[in-house]
Each structure stands twice: as structure tokens, then as C-alpha cells.
């Protein structure tokens, strides 16, 4: 990479940052109750230079609540893919299956994670494994839809060389089936994460329990509009992150 690129690397994601700094300080100019950036900072800085002081239950630095919200959709993602890798890979390799349940994903799919949540807190009358619950069955669809088309793209060539080396349903499902799905697989982990990461704000909002969303909304009716826009920008900070580290891991199974 030359040194052009590099500037170009570094320097055009800023420019992109500035110019939606500008934006929302026009903004905070013509909604009064728009804090500007500065004012956000000023109003908000407790929070991001204490980032691990809990000064109550909602009243934490933000990596604390961070860190709440990021356990919470760490357990559930996890509990998603757990689920839906194994039936991808069934759909994948079985058409008749993929008719039976078809339908029913389809259904399932679109689903609100605010529809999913009154339901589990039916089910399990806590908040905690109801919020679990919600991103697990929000979450897992793109896995499974991806997982599935990735098995199905496998050439016929490999399963013939399967056929002809007379590999066993592991060692083919190890040695062939795995490394040529992992791609797919992968890009639906990436997107399952992203709305895991979703599903998780929307949760602890209506939950109101400690996190990134249960303090959005907390700030929301006690009318403090920086702590608001200072939730936002934590929840996409995140989600970046995640998706980030999500390809990073990705790129380097796929060199090894």
C-alpha cells in the first residue's frame, strides 16, 4: 500500500466523522432541543471520563453499561447460533426439510424483537432469559438462511471426489462441507450479530434494566437529551466494533 492510500485510509473516514459532526451541530441549531456536540460533551463527560464508576443503578460510566448490554448480547448470539449453524447445515444438505420449515421461517423471520420479548417474559417471568430469548430467535435467521445457501453452493465436483475417495458423512462434513461454507457462514454471523446487538437496546429499554438501552430510555423520560445522544453514539460506536472484530476473525480463518 502506498502513501497515498494510507492518508486516504485514515484521512477520508475522518473527513466522513467531521462532516457529521457539522451535521448534527446544524441540527442543534434548528431543533431547540438538539444538544450541539459540545453541549453533549459538557453535559455527558462524567460518564465517558468515570467510565467504570457506578454511582447507581442506572447512574454508571458508560463501559460499565456497555459492558452489561455487550453480556447480555454475547449470550444470546452465542445461544442463536448455536441453534441456527447446526440447522443450517441440515436445510442445506436436505431440500425436503428446507419445504417443511420454509414456511415457518418465513413467518418467524420478520418478527419484532417487540413482539418476541412480552412473549418471553410469559415464558420465563424474568427479564434477564427474556431479553436472552428475544435476541436468540431475532438473531439466528441470518445464519440459518446463509448457512444453508452456502452448503448449497458447494460444486458437485466436491461431493463426487467425496463419493470417489469414499469419505466418510464426518470426514466429509469436516474436510468439505465446513471449509467451503465458512464464508457464508461467517457473513451470517456477522449479520446475526448486528441484530443481536439491536435486539439488545430495544430489550433493555422496555425491560429497564442496567445497559446501554435501559439508560437511553431512563434519560429519555428524565428529559436529559445529551445522556440521549450520548447512548446513541455508544450503541453505534459498538456496533462497529463488533462487526470490525466479527471480519477480522473471519479474514483470518479464512487464512489459516
Known amino acids: 500500500m502506498t502513501l497515498t492510500q494510507r492518508l486516504a485510509t485514515i484521512l477520508l473516514p475522518l473527513c466522513g466523522i467531521a462532516l457529521a459532526v457539522l451535521a448534527w451541530t446544524a441540527a442543534s441549531r434548528v431543533v431547540n432541543d438538539l444538544p450541539s456536540p459540545i ?17 447507581g443503578e442506572m447512574d454508571q460510566g458508560i463501559l460499565l453499561l456497555a459492558y452489561y448490554s455487550l453480556v447480555r448480547v454475547t449470550r444470546g448470539f452465542l445461544l442463536g447460533i448455536a441453534i441456527a449453524t447446526p440447522l443450517g447445515f441440515l436445510l442445506g444438505v436436505s431440500p425436503a426439510l428446507t419445504r417443511m420449515f420454509d414456511p415457518v421461517m418465513q413467518v418467524m423471520r420478520p ?51 467425496a463419493k470417489v475417495l469414499r469419505l466418510s458423512r464426518t470426514t466429509t462434513f469436516l474436510k468439505i462441507v465446513v471449509p467451503a461454507t465458512l464464508p457464508y457462514v ?39 437529551y445529551a445522556h440521549i445522544l450520548l447512548a446513541i453514539v455508544t450503541i453505534g460506536v459498538i456496533g462497529f466494533l463488533l ?14
Open 39 to 55: 453541549e453533549t460533551w459538557r453535559e455527558s463527560r462524567l460518564y465517558v471520563l468515570e467510565p467504570l464508576t457506578k454511582r
Open 111 to 161: 418478527i419484532s424483537p417487540l413482539a418476541w420479548l412480552p412473549l418471553g417474559l410469559i415464558i420465563f417471568r424474568k427479564s434477564e432469559p427474556a431479553a436472552l430469548f428475544a435476541i436468540a430467535v431475532c438473531s439466528m435467521w441470518p445464519t440459518v438462511i446463509n448457512t444453508t445457501a452456502g452448503v448449497r453452493a458447494i460444486p458437485q465436483d466436491y461431493w463426487n471426489v
Open 186 to 224: 461467517f457473513t451470517g454471523y456477522r449479520l446475526s450479530l448486528g441484530i443481536a446487538w439491536l435486539v439488545i437496546v430495544a430489550s433493555e429499554m422496555l425491560t429497564g434494566t442496567p445497559g446501554v438501552g435501559g439508560f437511553l430510555w431512563q434519560e429519555y423520560n428524565s428529559l436529559v
Open 243 to 256: 462487526d470490525r472484530l466479527m471480519g477480522m476473525a473471519e479474514t483470518r480463518l479464512r487464512t489459516t
